[in-house]
């Protein structure tokens, strides 16, 4: 099993997991983080720490294409290991639909 980063990360992008995974197996885009599926030990401290509960556990129905879309993005994105401020509409954007086709870039985080 692993912990995988969904759609509400997507311009949100509150950092509260990076600061207790013990593995650092998170890794930032623009405006959204994800989670190494390989990297990730299970442990599971990263689920409560998610004001937009955005973290799952793979063994949800239907996450198969979030553990490739995880496994996909970490590979190329750069991994954070420290927290930062969400962005600046978080609160705004927390718990919005579609924010996969609305806001999602692939590009990797500048910081922020």
């Known amino acids: 099993m ?3 980063v969904t759609d509400n990360c ?7 997991c ?4 013990p593995v650092d197996c998170f890794y930032e885009g623009e405006n959204m ?3 190494h599926p390989d990297e990730c ?3 599971g401290v990263c689920e409560p720490e998610c004001p937009a509960d955005a973290i799952r556990p793979d063994t949800e129905p239907d ?5 490739e ?6 590979e190329s ?3 954070i290991i420290s927290k930062k401020d969400p962005l600046p509409d978080a609160d705004d954007r927390d718990g919005e639909e579609d924010k996969l086709s609305k806001y999602f870039s692939e590009a990797p985080g500048e910081g922020g």
Do not use: H
Request: include cysteine.
């Open 33 to 35: 983080l994800v989670i």
């Open 41 to 43: 030990i299970d442990c």
């Open 18 to 21: 990076v600061e207790v995974c």
């Open 63 to 67: 996450m198969e294409t979030w553990v």
């Open 2 to 4: 692993t912990y995988i």
């Open 77 to 79: 994105w750069p991994v």
């Open 10 to 16: 997507i311009a949100c992008k509150y950092t509260d």
């Open 69 to 74: 879309f995880n496994r996909k993005y970490s």
